[in-house]
């Protein structure tokens, strides 16, 4: 069971306050969306596009170009996309979402998979007045942003992802379950006590600072909510490799952007996966980064993201 402290105060409790008032300064605000009744997202968006009506709140369009930033499984928005946020807001318009059981967002309808991910996010999309966007998304979050390339191309207009995967296979997940001795994803990203929560850091990253035990059941309280909802979403996220549809042809370009250390998604898996996906695709490496390279390598990752931005906005 999760180790809970009683002596202190959580960490994470006071850190998230003052990194959401950093991300106010930096010009972004938190908004409740109501995607059907039963369905709430929580998601950050540019305050420019929040305007108020007869006591009503009324979203306008972006002026500048729209970055939707989709979030790995251990983490929401802002604590994934933090270092990002306060590096592109000048430029872009940057939405920041809570996935479903993440954060403020909930759902009370029983889907899990990926295609209603997609179709939460694209809704609240669709909510805010935002037409198109270049999506960014790390681990989990890229496997929702290809999904949501795929249903709707005319919203996506290209993708940058990371330490992610198309479709998590029955063969990617067997290869990964006899290399460090799992049986299943909830074994990793469901973590339950202080050891859990070390071992699934020391995957996420090539090289984590030593930190008090407090800290780690900190995160555990603060982070690992909805633990039912979440297990069963990685339950429908492991596929057979008959289920898989690798015929999908893009028609979005797609940056991949990978830590030379991820030891979750490993190089050679990235290589095999931009072969398949074919002429519109490219690979970074980032050098001295794990599985979640914009946490580790921050400055690194901005600079590159930063490129490509510039590149592929210019036609949006």
Not at 244 to 260: F, K, L, N, P
Request: glycine share 6%; charged share 20%.
């Amino acid at each position: 069971m999760i180790q809970r402290s009683n002596k202190m105060v959580n960490a994470f409790a006071v850190l998230t306050p003052l990194l959401h008032g950093l991300v106010k300064v930096a010009g972004l605000t938190p908004q409740t969306i109501e995607i059907v009744p039963g369905t709430l997202m929580n998601i950050w968006v540019p305050k420019e596009t929040v305007t108020k009506k007869d006591q009503d709140i009324v979203f306008v369009p972006p002026t500048k170009p729209a970055v939707l930033f989709l979030h790995a499984f251990a983490m929401d928005g802002i604590f994934t996309w933090f270092p990002q946020v306060l590096a592109l807001t000048r430029q872009y318009a940057v939405y920041v979402p809570d996935l479903l059981f993440f954060g403020g967002s909930i759902t009370d309808r029983n889907e899990r998979s990926t295609s209603f991910q997609a179709e939460f996010v694209a809704k609240g999309l669709g909510r805010l007045k935002v037409e198109k966007v270049t999506l960014v998304g790390l681990s989990y979050g890229g496997i929702v942003g290809f999904k949501m390339a795929e249903l709707y191309p005319e919203l996506v207009k290209s993708i940058v992802v990371s330490a992610t995967v198309v479709e998590l296979t029955q063969s990617i997940s067997s290869d990964f379950y006899k290399k460090f001795g799992f049986t299943r994803w909830s074994d990793l990203l469901m973590p339950e006590t202080i050891g859990d929560m070390k071992r699934l850091f020391s995957f996420g990253f090539h090289k984590f600072p030593w930190l008090p035990n407090f800290v780690y059941r900190h995160f555990l309280e603060i982070m690992y909510t909805n633990r039912k909802e979440r297990h069963e979403l990685l339950e429908d996220l492991a596929i057979s490799d008959n289920e898989a549809t690798s015929h999908t042809s893009y028609s979005q370009e797609i940056h991949m952007v990978w830590g030379d250390y991820d030891k979750i998604f490993d190089l050679d898996l990235a290589m095999t996966m931009k072969a398949r996906l074919g002429d519109k695709t490219t690979l970074y490496c980032v050098k001295d980064a794990g599985h979640l390279v914009p946490l580790e390598q921050p400055f690194k990752y901005n600079k590159l993201l930063k490129c490509i931005l510039e590149r592929v906005t210019k036609y949006l």
